[in-house]
């Protein structure tokens, strides 16, 4: 008797027919039994799924089906991150509007995740770009603007002076913006931001609950966050170099006890006194306007080079009036972190002894590491930033750098300038407010009405969503909503009179905050169903990218306490995920045509093995040039289709 070969391909259709038709997978609303809540970070609709969402979501669905099959009742449910740049550029690019790119693309990828069998809830499917989703986030943004958690006030940011668009500092490259190429300018604007900062400790702290999270992941987010306990050390500037007005300089740093290693004093372009000098110096206003154009994440002023401009002003140590210090101004100092100052100790900072060098600067031991001799002790080309024994420290010599740095906080408090203590201790974080306005169209409106005579005016409730406009154009760059002939023109809901509204739309990370939260009751009336939020969170299982350990997962930390503090959970519950799972990433060699443009793998085929083996482009005939691995993107379009596989040796093999 001849064996039917298994038809992979027709079973699973049927079966995945059987499935949807039952609603196998739908989430039972019986609170009796224990529960269960799976979910993967949820996909932006771009285009097609890769192998990459392939790997994520059949983790995902492993825990699924096991949770479902040891009688658990499991929430697995899937959406759509939608918002964002890349459907703008791709309306602008194809003439089409961003909403048809995007539900074109949701439903290409919801028919490749079907197509892979996932056990997955589409009963409670949402859309970010939804106004039934983004009405109850205009909703919760009101709420924390009335918990005084949402605010607006004056920032400097990246602008893009040819897209008219302000720019993240990862989105600044040698100056640049990465799209136009064109120099970024440094602009002051109005912003709209949350107070993430009044919950610095708690986010903290609560890492330490996180047991079933990557050490890495709580490591990272404990150094975004950045506690660090110091001082606040007032210097006073030499008044026979100081700008008129000008009479001391207060720098935030940890390590006081380094204070006798000073040889220079840094500050950043954008400080009061660094504007000051600049005014009867052009050299150093050019300098200065040079760094503004520089990006402002921690990354880009790692990487570059340090440098600076000696502005003339001396500041006069602490501990002798004798001795005084050059103030220049750095590229590597930003204002908005701690006082946008600092003291260079070059013997024990790397950074400090790298501006140092370049400038010839006294680099003076000050920390004798263990082991070693203090005679003849110097520093080569490697800070000592550990602890040990002081040296060239007068008062402090021979002490350890714990019982320095009391030492010297105490001296400092008691120690008099200008009437006032010349120290104090302080607890300083890294961690700075989340700037949320986005200056584009395709992201959830910003609810509020700006009103000459009545200020920033929250809209009514009643008048939610603050919907899209549909025919916006997308013929030129810069914000579309700025430009619409209506949109923006509305009544003031206090006082009746001309008044328009919020242009800026929030940055599509706030839509990822919460959707947890909306995926346990996806059509309530409310925001947030507080009795399914506290029978189905936290999440049980989350699965994602270590790329999001900290934007995301740090974000959604804090919007989940914000919201249950304005009144939609108990603070019983502050955490949404209990166990986090980075599934790394999946890779594939990257393919470029002769003239260098990226090449998709079913684009070229290869030919001769070992060292003869080669690419041929199969459009042209002529050679691909084969690069480096690297993880599954898009823009590199070293992509491999699930479909593919589906389509020869089935979804079970695909996952």
């Known amino acids: 008797m001849a064996t ?8 699973e259709k049927h079966w995945q027919k059987v499935w949807e038709e039952g609603e196998i997978f739908r989430a039972s609303d019986d609170r009796a039994r224990p529960k269960c809540y799976v ?25 699924a089906r096991f949770k479902r099959a040891k009688g658990f009742n499991v929430l697995h449910p899937m959406g759509w991150d939608a918002f964002g740049m890349p459907a703008e550029n791709a309306a602008i690019e194809r003439k089409t509007h961003p909403s048809t790119w995007t539900y074109a693309n949701i439903e290409t990828m919801k028919g490749q995740l079907k197509s892979m069998g996932l056990s997955l809830d589409w009963s409670r499917e949402i859309a970010t770009c939804s106004p039934d989703y983004y009405t109850h986030q205009q909703r919760l943004f009101l709420d924390l603007y009335k918990k005084g958690l949402a605010y607006r006030k004056s920032s400097k940011v990246n602008w893009d002076p040819v897209d008219h668009t302000v720019l993240a500092n990862e989105q600044v490259i040698d100056g640049r913006g990465w799209r136009s190429g064109a120099l970024v300018e440094q602009r002051e604007l109005t912003q709209w931001f949350f107070k993430i900062t009044a919950y610095s400790d708690e986010l903290l702290e609560a890492l330490g609950t996180l047991d079933k999270w990557p050490e890495k992941v ?38 006081p006890d380094t204070l006798f290693g000073a040889s220079f004093m840094a500050i950043a372009p954008d400080h009061p006194l660094a504007k000051a000098a600049a005014e009867a110096n052009p050299e150093l206003a050019a300098f200065s306007e040079e760094c503004r154009r520089m990006g402002t994440s921690v990354a880009d002023l790692e990487s570059a080079e340090k440098r600076g401009f000696d502005t003339g002003i001396r500041a006069v140590h602490p501990f002798d009036k004798d001795w005084t210090v050059p103030v220049y101004v750095a590229n590597f100092i930003l204002m908005d972190y701690g006082t946008g100052a600092i003291f260079g ?68 408090e008691g120690s008099r300038l200008g009437g006032k203590p010349a120290g104090a201790r302080k607890v300083n974080y890294r961690l700075r407010d989340w700037g949320i306005s986005r200056q584009r169209y395709w992201g959830c409106p910003i609810p509020i009405i700006h009103c000459e005579a009545c200020g920033i005016v929250p809209v009514p409730a009643e008048d939610l969503p603050v919907r899209l406009p549909d025919d916006a154009t997308f013929d030129k760059p810069g914000n579309p909503l700025d430009r619409h002939p209506t949109w923006k023109h509305v009544d003031c809901p206090k006082c009746g009179k001309p008044a328009r509204r919020e242009t800026d739309t929030m940055d599509t990370f706030v839509d990822s905050s919460w959707y947890y939260v909306r995926f346990t009751a996806p059509h309530a009336a409310t925001p947030v ?19 999001h350990a900290i934007l995301h997962l740090l974000y959604s930390r804090f919007f989940y306490r914000a919201i249950s503090d304005a009144g939609y959970g108990t603070k019983n519950l502050r955490e949404p995920f209990a166990a986090l799972f980075t599934q790394g990433m999946v890779t594939h060699e990257t393919y470029k045509s002769e003239g260098g443009a990226w090449l998709l793998p079913s684009e070229i085929r290869f030919e001769g093995d070992g060292e003869a083996r080669h690419a041929v482009e199969i459009a042209t005939g002529k050679p691909a040039v084969i690069g480096s691995i690297e993880k599954m993107s898009k823009s590199k379009k070293n992509l491999v289709d699930p479909d593919d596989i589906i389509e020869g040796w089935g979804a079970d093999c695909a996952r």
């Not at 490591?219 to 030499?238: C, F, H, K, T």
């Not at 110097?378 to 060239?392: E, K, L, S």
Request: aromatic share 10%.
């Open 345 to 412: 100790c070059p013997s024990g900072d790397q950074r400090d002894l790298d501006f140092a060098r370049r400038y010839g600067l006294p680099v003076v031991p000050v920390i004798l590491p263990p082991g070693a001799e203090a005679e003849g002790f110097a520093v080569g080309d490697t800070a000592v930033d550990g602890d040990g024994t002081m040296i060239n420290s007068r008062f402090l010599d021979g002490l350890s750098t714990d019982d320095a740095f009391e030492e010297a906080a105490k001296r400092l």
């Open 529 to 547: 169903d507080v009795d399914a939020a506290n029978y189905w969170l936290p999440v049980d299982q989350y699965i994602g990218g270590i790329e």
């Open 39 to 63: 979910l993967e970070m949820f996909p932006y609709p771009s285009g097609r799924i890769h192998m990459g969402h392939v790997r994520n979501y059949a983790m995902g669905d492993v825990v």
């Open 4 to 11: 039917e070969r298994y038809n992979a391909s027709a079973r």
């Open 218 to 255: 709580r490591l990272m987010q404990a150094n975004w966050i950045g506690r660090s306990e110091g001082m606040l050390v007032r210097w006073a500037l030499d008044a026979k170099t100081a700008p008129k007005g000008h009479k001391e300089l207060e720098i935030y740093t940890t390590r």
